[in-house]
């Protein structure tokens, strides 16, 4: 499978080269076909995720999307990467037609999900009225040329979906243009490519849970540029109640969307691209697939009774 696009071959003198280390609740990978600038290309991600986070994190009190919290409905000045962000969230929403929305912070909170990941125990049955239908993007208002944001009084943002998508692009693209090499960003299957691809493309391990051995994934399907994505509802789950539930909101609702698809993988222009159809695919459940006809996207979806379903020109497993 190849995204949109093409890439230069790669001098056959250069190697592969990764480093691998926890960070936001998941595994971030980098590779790089020049094993000289591997160490480079890991302080670049890394400072790309601790920019991200301090940015965008709703478990930091120091984060600025806090503080654009504690000032909802106030016009608030806010940097130029939480600005980014916000509007990449609100044209994946709005891409999306309102199935992944940035809204949904508060229902996030509710259903237990209000530290990082690792953190979250079993939380006790919700109320009958505990959760409904999430404000929806519409009311977020972005002002591009005073870069000035309001949302409305008592919402709270959740941009992890679309924000960690943004992140692989941007360390992606940042070192292939600094250290001039072919990289692969991968932050918790979120991943990202930039410069000069592999003659075959960058393998790319497809299952449920992207920390899996090589050995033990589903299917390996290549890239030669932009991105591409994984959204479970199997892996990031808890019990509420009796009930389990996991992180991928429906908007309509405020509740986690019916588990229909196990894993949906996309490929896009960019990892943003990828993400946003795979985590909408998740929320639409079983109208997925004739949504996403209108999505000019290989995509492979796994039903909760395990059968696969590929569109888009997504390769056949087995196929070369």
Same mark, same amino acid.
């Given at each position: 499978?190849?995204?949109?696009?093409?890439?230069?071959?790669?001098?056959?003198?250069?190697?592969?080269?990764?480093?691998?280390?926890?960070?936001?609740?998941?595994?971030?990978?980098?590779?790089?076909?020049?094993?000289?600038?591997?160490?480079?290309?890991?302080? =670049?991600?890394?400072?790309? =995720?601790?920019? =991200?986070?301090?940015? *965008?994190?709703?478990?930091?009190?120091?984060?600025? =999307?806090?503080?654009?919290?504690?000032?909802?409905?106030?016009?608030?000045?806010?940097?130029?990467?939480?600005?980014?962000?916000?509007?990449?969230?609100?044209?994946?929403?709005?891409? /999306?037609?309102?199935?992944?929305?940035?809204?949904?912070?508060?229902?996030?909170? /509710?259903?237990?999900?209000? *530290?990082?990941?690792?953190?979250?125990?079993?939380?006790?049955?919700?109320?009958?009225?505990?959760?409904?239908?999430?404000?929806?993007?519409?009311?977020?208002?972005?002002?591009?040329?005073?870069?000035?944001?309001?949302?409305?009084?008592?919402?709270?943002?959740?941009?992890?979906?679309?924000?960690?998508?943004?992140?692989?692009?941007?360390?992606?693209?940042?070192?292939? !243009?600094?250290?001039?090499?072919?990289?692969?960003?991968?932050?918790?299957?979120?991943?990202?490519?930039? !410069?000069?691809?592999?003659?075959?493309?960058?393998?790319?391990?497809?299952?449920?849970?992207?920390?899996?051995? !090589?050995?033990?994934?589903?299917?390996?399907?290549?890239?030669?540029?932009?991105?591409?994505?994984?959204?479970? /509802?199997?892996?990031?789950?808890?019990?509420?109640?009796?009930?389990?539930?996991?992180?991928?909101?429906?908007?309509?609702?405020?509740?986690?969307?019916?588990?229909?698809?196990?894993?949906?993988?996309?490929?896009?222009?960019? *990892?943003?691209?990828?993400?946003?159809?795979?985590?909408?695919?998740?929320?639409?459940?079983?109208?997925?697939?004739?949504?996403?006809?209108?999505?000019?996207?290989?995509?492979?979806?796994?039903?909760?009774?395990?059968?696969?379903?590929?569109? !888009?020109?997504?390769?056949?497993?087995?196929?070369?």
């Amino acid at each position: 499978m190849t995204g949109t696009g093409t890439a230069t071959s790669v001098p056959p003198e250069l190697t592969f080269s990764e480093r691998s280390f926890r960070a936001i609740g998941t595994t971030a990978t980098v590779v790089v076909l020049n094993s000289a600038k591997v160490e480079m290309a890991e302080s =670049i991600l890394r400072s790309e =995720i601790a920019a =991200i986070d301090l940015a *965008c994190s709703r478990f930091r009190p120091d984060a600025e =999307i806090e503080r654009l919290h504690r000032r909802s409905g106030n016009v608030v000045d806010v940097s130029p990467l939480l600005f980014e962000a916000l509007d990449v969230a609100v044209s994946v929403a709005r891409r /999306t037609g309102g199935a992944v929305d940035p809204t949904v912070g508060n229902a996030m909170s /509710t259903l237990g999900y209000d *530290c990082d990941f690792d953190q979250i125990g079993d939380r006790p049955l919700l109320p009958p009225d505990a959760l409904g239908p999430v404000v929806g993007f519409g009311h977020i208002h972005l002002d591009p040329r005073t870069r000035t944001v309001r949302i409305p009084r008592g919402v709270r943002l959740d941009l992890g979906s679309s924000a960690k998508a943004l992140l692989a692009d941007r360390a992606a693209a940042r070192i292939a !243009g600094q250290l001039e090499t072919g990289v692969l960003v991968n932050v918790g299957g979120d991943v990202a490519v930039a !410069g000069a691809a592999p003659p075959e493309g960058w393998p790319i391990g497809i299952a449920v849970d992207s920390s899996t051995p !090589g050995s033990d994934v589903d299917q390996v399907v290549a890239i030669r540029d932009g991105g591409l994505a994984s959204s479970s /509802t199997a892996v990031r789950t808890w019990m509420v109640g009796r009930e389990k539930v996991h992180h991928i909101i429906d908007p309509s609702t405020g509740y986690s969307s019916v588990p229909y698809w196990t894993l949906v993988s996309a490929a896009g222009a960019s *990892c943003v691209d990828a993400n946003a159809v795979t985590t909408a695919a998740v929320v639409w459940g079983e109208q997925a697939l004739e949504r996403l006809l209108s999505f000019d996207q290989a995509v492979r979806l796994v039903r909760h009774d395990g059968r696969v379903f590929t569109l !888009g020109g997504w390769p056949e497993a087995g196929a070369s």
